[in-house]
């Protein structure tokens, strides 16, 4: 199966800074990854598909990038929304993961 | 509105069967494949299993397959996880999740059911 790295697992930043999260895969997955974020008791919700398509409705701060192995998912000015924790997921073949998860605190 | 419910959760012996069912509202479920996810307590997201819109095709994770069936009628508009021979590890919160016409990511979640497994 393919394995998804994240990092960092945990991070600490402040209402108005730039986050970036890396997500890199065992093998080339494409173009076939994706972004959630997930709060607190609640289900994950989709960010962003195919590396850096943003789901409707998802605020422009959100973006993706990357191709192959090593993708980025950006957050352009943090909002108190967004503490949460983000996943990605590859649907480059069967079986699918996902990341182990990053944490976003204040 | 586009919706996803699970039911079906409860508190099950080692060893036991229990099966899980969710509830689609809002689109033209047949168009659609579904998955399942999954969510140990205080641990990251797994994927479990997926099935085609029309049930053709199955897919699970290594750590459920030969236990767990996915099945699903789409003249009931529901989904269906049948998991045998449960295990202390598939304690859970267990999500399905649809998956757009092109199937490149889960763009509906159910709010998820609770499966705990122990004696």
């Known amino acids: 199966a393919i394995q998804l790295t994240q990092s960092p697992s945990s991070l600490s930043a402040s209402v108005g800074d730039r986050v970036t999260i890396t997500c890199r895969a065992s093998q080339g997955i494409s173009s076939a990854l994706g972004w959630y974020q997930q709060k607190l008791g609640k289900a994950p919700k989709l960010l962003i598909y195919d590396v850096s398509n943003l789901e409707r409705g998802v605020p422009s701060r959100f973006s993706g990038s990357g191709s192959g192995t090593d993708f980025t998912l950006t957050i352009s000015s943090l909002q108190p929304e967004d503490f949460a924790t983000y996943y990605c997921?590859?649907?480059?073949?069967?079986?699918?993961?996902f990341g182990g998860g990053t944490k976003v605190q204040i | 509105q586009v919706q996803l419910v699970e039911s079906g959760g409860g508190v099950v012996q080692p060893g036991r069967s229990l099966r899980l069912s969710c509830a689609a509202s809002?689109?033209?479920?047949?168009?659609?494949?579904i998955h399942w996810v999954r969510q140990a307590p205080g641990k990251g997201l797994e994927w479990v299993a997926f099935?085609?819109?029309?049930?053709?095709?199955?897919y699970y994770a290594d750590s459920v397959k030969g236990r767990f069936t996915i099945s699903r009628d789409n003249s009931k508009n529901s989904l269906y996880l049948q998991m045998n021979s449960l295990r202390a590890e598939d304690t859970a919160v267990y999500y399905c999740a649809r998956a757009p016409v092109s199937d490149d990511s889960l763009d509906i979640w159910g709010q998820g059911t609770m499966v705990t497994v122990s004696s």
């Open positions: 099935i085609s819109y029309d049930g053709g095709n199955q």
């Open positions: 997921q590859h649907f480059y073949r069967y079986p699918l993961t």
């Open positions: 809002g689109f033209t479920f047949k168009n659609f494949a």
